[in-house]
């Protein structure tokens, strides 16, 4: 025979298709060997169907939170809930709609919303909530004020209750001003008690005040000596009191102011504030302080009225559906038996002789499967596709081309 | 003593499928 290019052209197809069935009829006959497990049974054939019984009731009300979906970033959103409520993530990353200018210096509003779409980026790739918690505004339900001259070195400014019908969170801002002047010198000092006797026998409440007492110039405007309270360690007590005391040193006609502010959380409404005493302390006394104001605001904030959550209120993850879920995936290649030959050791004694072949190679073949497609429910077996590609390329091969 | 011990993947569809076009060249090569 004649080696040329057709020759090659028809011989190897042959020899491939031969080592191939040589292949497949090795493993078919070591998988006749093995015997089946006669204890198994068959099981039931179970329709890839989804029973439209088997869906969890989502409700009809897809409405976006207003303080935004919950679980955002910490899964991968299954298909069901991104086809209902994939409309709700679309605020997270807003687009810069600033048009770039070739400008040396960035663009702020352009920096905005870069910095915008990073902190809803980290959001949503660290897990957060997705947008900023709003505080409500404040509404002011009680205001006290009062001017009068201090004529007494113990003054009770203020002391009252708040209404009983207020028991949602309550701020409770207080601010003393009082101003002065002062003359004769130097080193007074400013004391300043401030007591809280709301909260009595109510473990949960708490009272975090905190007063500052401030000494301005009132030439420049600039402040001059500064003392705090703060009371926030003394949690869990039905009373917090404090008192301190900050040396002014006062000039000759210089003005001096002393604020005091403070507030009260609380989830009752018992609250009660006392500046109790403020008290001045030289030699001389001030001879004048001009006057003192005193202002009292209580807020409190309105509880938001709860959310009904519906089903687009946190995302439901993939996989977490409690069915399964219509869409596209792969189940990856399957894995089969597994089927070994050896290839020697062999022994051979012809008349006498022995011949001995060494243990060669120790080979395996493990089936393994396309695997199947999972397209909307609907499963397709890769290695009929496989199989079927081939018998259509080679009716094409034959008769068309 | 040493042997060669090797472990190879094996797909019905993908051998049929090659038998298969491989089937089809050889008939085509007889046309």
Redesign the interface.
């Given at each position: 025979m004649k080696i040329n290019k057709k020759t090659i052209?028809?011989l190897l197809?042959?020899i491939?298709?031969c080592s191939?069935?040589l292949?497949?009829v090795g493993?078919i006959f070591a998988q006749t060997q093995t015997p089946e497990p006669t204890s198994t049974p068959v099981p039931a054939y179970i329709p890839d169907v989804l029973d439209p019984e088997d869906l969890p009731d989502i409700g009809s009300d897809f409405t976006c939170p207003s303080g935004g979906v919950s679980g955002v970033g910490e899964c991968e959103p299954a298909s069901l809930w991104l086809l209902k409520c994939g409309h709700c993530l679309d605020n997270l990353a807003p687009v810069p709609t600033a048009v770039g200018t070739p400008s040396p210096t960035p663009d702020p509003a352009w920096e905005d919303s870069y910095m915008l779409f990073h902190e809803t980026l980290s959001k949503w790739l660290l897990g957060g909530s997705g947008s900023p918690v709003t505080e409500p505004e404040p509404e002011t339900i009680y205001s006290y004020e009062s001017t009068e001259d201090p004529q007494d070195e113990y003054m009770w400014v203020w002391n009252d209750s708040l209404p009983d019908s207020y028991t949602t969170t309550v701020y409770y801002d207080f601010k003393l001003d009082v101003e002065g002047y002062g003359y004769y010198g130097s080193n007074r000092v400013v004391r300043l008690y401030v007591k809280n006797t709301g909260l009595v026998d109510d473990q949960y409440g708490y009272g975090n005040g905190y007063a500052e007492i401030n000494v301005y110039d009132n030439s420049t405007g600039t402040l001059s000596e500064s003392w705090e309270l703060d009371y926030s360690e003394q949690e869990y007590i039905d009373l917090w009191y404090a008192e301190g005391s900050i040396p002014i040193e006062i000039d000759e006609q210089l003005a001096f102011e002393v604020i005091a502010y403070g507030y009260n959380q609380a989830s009752l409404a018992d609250i009660q504030i006392v500046v109790q005493r403020l008290q001045f302390f030289g030699d001389p006394d001030w001879e004048e302080i001009a006057s003192m104001h005193y202002e009292n605001n209580v807020y409190y904030y309105s509880e938001e009225e709860e959310e009904e959550e519906n089903y687009c209120s946190s995302v439901v993850c993939e996989g977490d559906t409690g069915y399964e879920e219509y869409g596209f995936g792969y189940d990856g290649i399957t894995y089969g038996a597994?089927t070994?030959f050896d290839?020697?050791p062999v022994n051979w004694t012809v008349l006498g002789v022995g011949f001995t072949i060494?243990?060669?190679?120790?080979?395996?073949?493990?089936?393994?499967?396309?695997g199947d497609l999972n397209a909307l429910g609907v499963n397709i077996d890769?290695?009929?596709i496989?199989?079927t590609?081939?018998?259509a390329?080679?009716?094409y091969?034959?008769f068309v081309? | 003593m040493a042997y060669i011990d090797f472990t190879a993947y094996f797909s019905w569809s993908l051998a049929g499928g090659m038998a298969i076009v491989l089937l089809a060249l050889f008939i085509k090569s007889w046309l």
């Open positions: 052209g028809f197809p042959i491939i298709i191939d069935l292949f497949n493993v597994i070994c290839i020697g060494p243990w060669i190679a120790h080979l395996c073949l493990q089936q393994i499967g396309m890769l290695n009929i496989l199989l590609m081939s018998v390329w080679a009716f091969y034959i081309t | -």
